[in-house]
């Protein structure tokens, strides 16, 4: 195969790799447009509101272990709040980070997700992973009922479509997924902004006063700063998803 046919054929991979990808990006849009406009789709988007705040403490916890520390234990009770509760790390620095981990960690599962969705068999094997580190989870830190039946419902679920669901089903399931994290950053922003919580566990500092107490200034300014961090770690993920080549460069491929 001459060098010009070689190049031709990783560009038209390339192209439908891209429209694929872009293909399961429009169906997670339109299903979830039309979980929010049909008849009592609030009941249905409610265990997607859970996972934003599966995917919120869970960052608290592994920023933790990331830096020294330990994850002891971790919450989710029914009207959606969590706690993860956690030891450590020394210095005001590293708590600063665990206290950021919980604001931008459902943009960063979001981004990567976004990015490794890019590819059908990739996605499948992201949806293994995150199911068993669900179930893993449940193991060694969900202390409560409701959490344990929740976590491991989404940890089985994602489990079974890497493993029974066709590729192309498995790539919009995780698209699907990464959509709803991405959402989950705006729809609760006002929380980058507040100095406390309310919880299942009573009134809290929130996570930028957190970082306010550690590291100085407002809570407004911390809140602002992982809020931008978050849209640009979206954007980046995004980008990686949905880049592809023009139809341009494959014409000129063809002429060669």
Do not use: K
Request: proline content about 2%; aromatic content about 10%; glycine content about 12%.
């Amino acid at each position: 195969m001459s060098s010009a046919a070689r190049a031709f054929a990783r560009a038209h991979d390339h192209a439908q790799v891209t429209r694929r990808a872009r293909g399961a990006l429009f169906a997670s849009a339109a299903i979830t447009l039309l979980l929010y406009a049909v008849p009592f789709g609030g009941l249905l988007i409610y265990p997607l509101l859970l996972l934003s705040t599966l995917a919120h403490e869970l960052g608290h916890g592994l920023a933790a272990l990331a830096t020294g520390g330990s994850f002891e234990a971790f919450y989710l009770w029914p009207d959606g709040s969590g706690m993860a509760v956690h030891t450590g790390p020394e210095g005001h620095a590293l708590q600063a980070i665990v206290a950021a981990g919980g604001l931008i960690g459902p943009a960063v599962v979001a981004g990567l997700c976004f990015a490794l969705a890019r590819r059908e068999r990739v996605a499948r094997v992201v949806l293994g992973l995150l199911g068993l580190g669900f179930l893993l989870a449940n193991v060694l830190v969900v202390e409560n009922s409701f959490g344990f039946w929740y976590i491991g419902g989404v940890g089985v679920l994602l489990l079974a479509l890497a493993a029974r669901a066709s590729a192309a089903v498995a790539q919009t399931a995780l698209v699907f997924l990464a959509v709803q994290l991405a959402l989950s950053v705006f729809s609760r922003a006002d929380y980058l902004f507040t100095a406390s919580a309310q919880t299942s566990a009573g009134v809290m500092p929130s996570d930028s006063a957190h970082i306010a107490a550690a590291l100085g200034g407002s809570y407004m300014l911390w809140g602002a700063i992982c809020g931008l961090f978050s849209v640009l770690v979206l954007v980046l993920g995004l980008w990686l998803f949905t880049r592809g080549s023009s139809r341009v460069d494959l014409a000129s491929l063809r002429r060669r």
